[in-house]
């Protein structure tokens, strides 16, 4: 089971955890999962999100993987100028 | 809009065109000549992009009308190489690379040579002053500086 | 628009009074072709004086020197011995834009722009310059002085132009000095400007003296206060400081984009007792 | 062979950029500078008003001038694809204006002086509503509302209906971590609004057919997403546009969206013709995408060793007239460079009647860094503290988990701040009325959507074909990369920055991408030619492929029948491609992840005249992690640049709006970008700690580099003035008036 990270703000959309555990073996597993079983926070993952994985930030890559070790962080979208 | 025909002289070649009376040398350059290496930058005379000389004296072409260029001499971008070579000014940026988007790079040109032709031997604070009109976004004017007094430096050594 | 470069500042000053519409001088083009460019003004003629043999040189004699109208700041900076007699009005002109602004923006422009804050104007004004008026019944002669009446308005007429400048001859002893504050080093309109022209005798003492603030009222401001301070002093801090006091005091400055009141009139006796210094510094060596 | 023990035969260099003699010739080509035949020039009209309704817009009079060929509104522009909604709204009013200078109607006429005449003809009744254009203001509960129902959810109660976005992140209990402090210092900070400054007004040519396929010409930071946002707004298929980019005259973050570029294809639709359209100066201030303004509360507690126990700060970003995300991007850089138990940051989204921010280097970074350090900074003064030491006591390391949330891998934050401790500039004596201002900043760095080709040619030369403008000689680099793994010489290798019909999609020149993202696609798509050449070459000598290696730009034979095959180079190998089966090509498209965090300390030396408050800065060093720095003056360019807008940012620049809600500063002479004349040289020291995401150690390097300098120079401006900075820009009246008070 991967630990997912949620933060601040974002925890009310995940019934107030700050960690969730899901058996997911990539990014496309997580952005499926989390929506169904948090609802609340379909609209942000559908709005996009990065998630850093293992201290990297992935923006869309589905298959990155996460293994059950893996540090996995969800964040508000990463854009630069 | 009434037009006036003139006769002038740029980079050594005479030349004649008739523009709006109301058309600066900047746009006359640009628009009816095709002289697109002078830049636009702001139109008012605050960036120095569209520097270029007149009878051997440094202006913003904004700010010049194109009738005014009757019977004198204008100096671009265009003309500092000569033919294949570089202005030495013009290596020297490539050395030091000098430019990042290269957009201000034929104003500060034009206003370097100015300034070397006037004084060989600038030192730094003069060259900041004398290029204050040249607005730079990219560089810091770090290199720009550095790239005109090495520049200066070959042409004295050219010289003696 | 219809576009004209006489030679002689009579047919200058005829197409000026032929004309029925807007009617507009053009020197260094440095004021004008922003406004053209931006559509604040849309003359129907524009009589270029650059031509005018009047307006183009720069002379001096037993009488002082006189300045063409249409000589650029560039030219004032070349020529030696106006740099050395009048430092103050060389640097005060050369204060205005960059380098490329130089090469066109003339006194006469700066002068009848009429801006508040014009560079070139505090030094003129501290210097008793008087300008050459032509206009269709003659020649006349205009204290700087007299020329800015507000923002953005001179007192000369519509057809009369300025075509040369007089500086009066020099006491020995004498020198001046124009400086201002802008945020940046250069580039900038004056937040602040200030002028002072100085006469010393042989003792150091001042004997004459005229203090002129720039950008802290509709036009320049003469502060005789200050002057008074200064003359019959050696130029001490004592006088200095009364050159502030008396500057800050003189300053009606308002609050904009470039600056507070409160900052403007503080920064202008700064400003005014930096320009005493450097003016009384000169008049020295 | 890993990225720390290869020895480099082209990476390193200070190799001169292709584009180069184009440029100091000016032959480039930028966005003004292409005409075409029958060619229409653009104008549009814009509002003199912060906010009003517009009641009725008369174009008749505008289309009988003769000369104007078309007149467009809003009504000209038909129901953008999804999700372009704000993005058409702000290239052409709808039934509001929201800000001064939005657009309200354009022309295209065939001379420049008739489409001015012709703006002048239309006739706009406006219902004027009120306006609000300040952060602080623009929060009140009884605000004038700029859209009302945008507000999500998790935004707390108490603000007006402007605040319409809220987030946070942090780990730990700051207040547990207050508690352990032996100081606590609370400060508010504010920022100004700054433009991205580029001296190149945005400028656009588009041509439309009967068949609605249309070209343009277009100076952007990335032409796929310009084909993108104008197929959205004008709802078209993407492959009906073929967006070409110029030589692009800066951007910075500002040209990485559209604010002509749709109008201009309206009016080529229109008008049957091609049309061109170039900014004005003062519509480039007016009405393109300047940064947020700001208003921070930061709390943070340091014990006496100089750990920093917890930080706290929230913060207001004023993003303009729309939804934006760029709070997010200060509240997680915040405190980024440090090490915390405890740390909590907030971010709250603020709308205005000001302009749609755009990016600018760093979006959002530079103002949370400002309020951060300066509270460190000030912290260190009041507990007696090396500011240098504590950052190095606090310094986040590979390992640390970040104040935003993942764990870092390993970055040369600490190595710069040695560098910086060991620089001759951080020991040298201060004279009076001068201070010294230390700094650290963070940016994320990114990588995205990238597409390269990589030809061998003939003759054995190698073109390279990407799609991202090239503002700071990444032709070079990528030519570089190219050349290093294919083992040639530089000059054989030429880079070309491609049409969007010419390649697949590629993400803009932002994001600090490019060296990473597109060097890493054109390093693979080199091995892919490589790897081609080896098998063919193993047919051809008819052995093993895994016997035949790439080495020092020829195919060598390693198997046991060595010395049978002569090695044979990338020009020898060309001239027999087309018998080995046909031309040979490399390509690479990849979502390219992987872009390693970039840390930056900076040093900065200020005088402040006791009777004036002016400042002038004195000396400038800059220390950053390049991973690993391509061609060093490219990278030294991007940190002398960076940290001179930061300084402009700090001391001079600035929005400044009237009562009115119109901008009052809409020229260089009162925009005030730093000149030649008032900097010194800025110093570089560039710190290599390879990022494992790229195979030369790459990290992006151009965005981090503004966002240290405000807080370094407010640091500096502070020590030496003995009264602390908390207001940008630090313009003389602020900081005078700061030492006037007791």
Redesign the interface.
Known sequence: MAKIQIFGSLRDLFSGHDVVELDVSNLRQLLIKLPQLYPECAPEIAEGVSVSIDGKIINDAWFTPIRPDSEVVVLPRIVGG | MSHSHVSTTINGQAVQYACPTDASLLEVLRDQLGMTGTKEGCGSGDCGACSVSLDGRLVCSCLVLGVEAQGRTVDTIEGMADKNKLHTLQTKFLEHAALQCGICTPGVLVAARSLLEKNPDPTEQEVRYWLAGNLCRCTGYDKIIRAVLEAAKTMREEQA | MQYIAPTTSAAAVAALAACNGDARLLAGGTDILVRLQADLVEPDLLVDIKHIVACQHITEDASGFIIGAAVPSAQLGEHARLSQVWPGIVEGMGLVGSTQVQGRATLTGNLCNASPAADGVPAMVAAGATACVVGPNGTRQLAVEDIPTGPGQISLANNEMIESFSLPPRPPRSSDAYIRFIPRTEMDIAVVGAAVNLTLDETGTCTAACVVLGAVGPTFITVNAAAEALIGSQVDEAALQAVQNACSTAATPISDKRGTAEFRKHTAGVIARRAAIVAHSRALA | MSAQTKQFKVIGQ?L??P???D????????G??I?AAGMLHGKILRSPHAHARILSIDTSAAEQLNGVMAVITRADFPTPHKGFEDVQDNCMAGDRVLYDGHAVAAVAATSK?IA?QAI?LIKVQYQVLPHVTDVEQAIQPDAPVVHSGLVSR?VPKGFSENVVR??????GNIETGFKAADAVLERTYKTEATH??????HACMASMGLDNRADMWVCTQGHFWIRNMCAGVMAMESASLRVTAS????????K?TVFIEPVVLALAKKSGRAVKM?M???EVLRATGPTVSTMMHVKVGMNKAGRITAAYAKLFYQAGAYKQ?TV??GA?PAFAPYALENV???GLDVITNRPRT??????GAPPACFAAESAIDELCQELGLDPMEVRLINAAKGGTKSS??????DHGLIQCLEAAKAHPHWQAPLEINQGRGLAAGF???????TCVSVFLNNDGSVTVTEGNPD???SRASISMMVAEELGIPYEQVRTTVTDTGSLGPNEPT????VTFAVGLAAIKSARAIIDEIRARLARMWEVDVTDVVWQDGAAHYTGNKAGTFEPLDLRQVADIANNLGGPIAGHHEA?A???GVSFGVHIADTEVDP????T?VKRYTVIQDAGKAIQP??V??QL??????GIGWA??EEY?YGEDGCL??T????Y????????P??DTVIVEVPNP?HPFGVRGVG?TPIVPPLAAIANAVSRACGKRQVDLPM???KV??SMQKA
């Open positions: 200070r001169q950029r584009d180069g003699i440029k100091v010739t000016g032959r480039a080509r930028y003004a500078d005409d002086h001015k002048k998790r809220y987030s946070s992140f942090g780990h991205q400054g580029y001296i190149e007004p030589e692009i005259g800066g951007g910075f973050g500002g990485t170039v004005t100066r003062e995300a997010d991007f997680m909590k940051t907030e755009a990016s600018y280097r760093a979006p935003y949330g993942p764990t870092f891998e940016w994320f760095n990114f990588g995205g959507e503002i700071g000689g932002h994001g600090s991408r979502n992840e992987g872009a009777e004036t408050g002016f002038s003056d490219y030294e360019g002398q640049g960076g940290a001179v807008q001391l001079n400044v009052q500063n020229g260089f002479l009162d005030r970008i730093p000149v030649a004349s008032d900097l040289m800025i995401g965005e313009s003389p009246p005078l008036a």
